[in-house]
């Protein structure tokens, strides 16, 4: 009797470091490739082709897919601070509130969060390319927040009304802007009121 069937064996197909999911930047990484074998007496004798491959952490031996390779917590940090500065900046320019008092209010209740310096030029930047580009306010607010969780928009709406009314001071064109940006959002008008109310309050 011949006895045949399949295997899966896990040869290594290189190595290196990657920024690791689950334990941090800069850790040895093996990259597995499944093969998979015809098998005679148990014996694999003919490749039947790749199953499959992963990153296996050396560090922690978690398993990740490929994709892991281009994880980068520290650019994808910053590419999400960019876009709530642009953001605030499409807002301020909207409410019509692109005054010296408000790029400050937006550059320090931005440091607040991030613990970055952001430079008075960024903002002015942000402003040109806005202008430039002659943004919307609702498509922008849109498309570049719908990865955002609720969370993450309850932050921007902070960030805008820091921006918009550092004195506390939210007028109309303000209340207007935020109810535009809220609802391209998604976020409910009470929401927004909530969050207005908040602010005046000093909360
Ligand atoms: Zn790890």
Not at 110 to 130: K, M, N, R
Request: charged share 20%; proline share 6%.
């Amino acid at each position: 009797m011949i006895i045949f069937g399949t295997r899966t064996t896990n040869p290594t197909a290189g190595q290196g470091l990657f920024n690791c999911p689950r334990c941090g930047p800069q850790k040895p990484y093996t990259h597995k490739k499944q093969k998979r074998w015809f098998t005679l007496y148990f014996i694999p004798v003919i490749p039947l082709g790749t199953a499959g491959e992963y990153l296996e952490c050396d560090a922690c031996a978690g398993t990740f897919d490929m994709e892991a390779l281009n994880h980068d917590p520290a650019a994808e940090r910053a590419e999400m601070f960019d876009r709530l500065r642009r953001l605030s900046v499409l807002a301020m320019l909207f409410a019509n509130r692109y005054q010296p008092e408000n790029v400050n209010a937006l550059r320090a209740a931005l440091q607040e969060i991030t613990q970055d310096f952001i430079a008075e030029e960024v903002v002015h930047q942000d402003v040109q390319f806005a202008q430039q580009a002659q943004a919307q306010l609702e498509p922008t607010f849109q498309s570049q927040t719908q990865d955002f969780s609720a969370d993450g928009k309850s932050l921007l709406i902070r960030l805008i009304l820091s921006t918009l009314a550092p004195t506390r001071q939210v007028e109309a064109q303000d209340h207007q802007t935020l109810h535009r940006a809220g609802a391209a959002m998604g976020v409910p008008p009470d929401v927004i009121e909530q969050a207005i109310a908040a602010h005046v309050a000093g909360q």
